[in-house]
């Protein structure tokens, strides 16, 4: 997926007076700590300058862009008949989950009003000029309130409450009650994104445990409300692709046109709807004659292969991608 058109341009005239060669030591340094974040929890302000946000924007916003996405896609096929007006977006960064709950294919004709919470300054005022290039008003007319999230929030409930990479930069101990705290404004369903990685995973997990106790209904991924069968040496992630800019490119000497982000994540409503009766958790492997697919259900993983033989079912199960809902024959 390619960020939205108007995003990418904020996103290029923001950057656009500082050289690929002025910008790549930042980069490597936030990338650096972002990389050591993932294997463990930081507990440092880790973008606090305007150089370390436009270092954000240029490296890591379009990866959370495609993230966020992803886990909202598999929360709208859940719930097609959620329209949220009102979006939480909880450590927004420069508000990465508000364009995202804003693209097409999701809440962008029915989000009216967002509020983002957010520590830094220097985020804050990123976001709120990427914001300024919006289309809608909704994004253009978002209040933006500078917190500690650690601490009470200034805001009631809202339709939508999304946290996106941020479990992990919270303390161990403050984690529990900004979970609770998440879902106390959750009006209507709360999404909770983290780094695909067993670190990631082990977070979302115990968020998961917390909101089941705190009796609300899984929307996605999984397809029970059951204990994560998942083991101790596995994680369940999720990958979205997302295409490089030419500045992300010569920045970060890579190579490829595209990077495939991966994303662990846990969404609950208040309301009970329909979980899907299968869900895909690995990339397909389509072999000659048949299609292995490794399936999470209520009655624990399944390793469902399916023959070419078996007409039908071969041709949907050759369609299946990684975090496809699937019901099991
Ligand atoms: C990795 S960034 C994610 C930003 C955005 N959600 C995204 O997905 O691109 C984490 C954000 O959480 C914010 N944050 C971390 N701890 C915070 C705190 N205690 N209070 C408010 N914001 C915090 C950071 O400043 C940063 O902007």
Not at 79 to 95: C, I, M, N
Not at 218 to 225: F, N, R
């Amino acid at each position: 997926m390619e960020l939205p058109i108007e995003l990418r341009d904020a996103v290029n005239s923001e950057l656009a007076g500082r050289s690929p060669k002025e910008l790549a030591p930042v980069v490597e340094n936030l990338s650096k700590r972002y990389r050591s974040s993932l294997q463990a929890a930081v507990e440092e302000r880790l973008v606090q300058t305007s150089d370390d946000a436009a270092a954000y924007a240029a490296f890591r916003l379009p990866a959370t862009y495609g993230a966020v996405y992803g886990a909202l896609g598999q929360v709208k096929a859940q719930l097609p008949e959620f329209r949220p007006t009102s979006l939480l977006d909880v450590g927004a960064g420069p508000g990465t989950a508000m364009w995202a709950a804003h693209h097409p294919d999701l809440w962008q004709d029915s989000l009216e009003k967002v509020t983002l919470l957010e520590r830094e300054a220097a985020m804050i005022s990123l976001g709120k000029r990427l914001a300024a290039q919006s289309s809608l008003s909704s994004i253009r007319k978002a209040e933006w309130v500078p917190v500690d999230i650690t601490g009470d929030w200034p805001t009631g409930s809202h339709d939508l409450v999304v946290t996106a990479y941020v479990l992990g930069e919270l303390p161990e101990e403050a984690r529990p009650v900004f979970v609770q705290q998440l879902w106390e404004k959750t009006g209507g369903v709360l999404v909770i994104i983290e780094p695909g990685t067993p670190a990631g995973f082990a977070r979302i997990r115990k968020a998961r445990e917390m909101l089941l106790n705190l009796e609300g209904n899984l929307v996605a991924p999984c397809p029970h409300q059951g204990s994560c069968p998942i083991g101790d040496d596995d994680w369940c992630h999720f990958t979205q692709r997302v295409a490089r800019s030419r500045l992300h490119r010569q920045v970060k000497a890579g190579e490829l046109g595209y990077e495939d982000e991966k994303f662990a994540f846990t969404a609950f409503s208040r309301q009970q709807g329909e979980a899907c009766r299968g869900r895909v958790i690995r990339h397909p492997q389509i072999r000659k004659g048949h299609v292995r697919l490794k399936v999470c259900t209520s009655a624990g993983l399944i390793d469902w292969v399916v023959s070419r033989k078996d007409k039908d079912v071969y041709r949907n199960a050759r369609n299946l991608k990684w975090g496809s809902p699937v019901d099991l024959p």
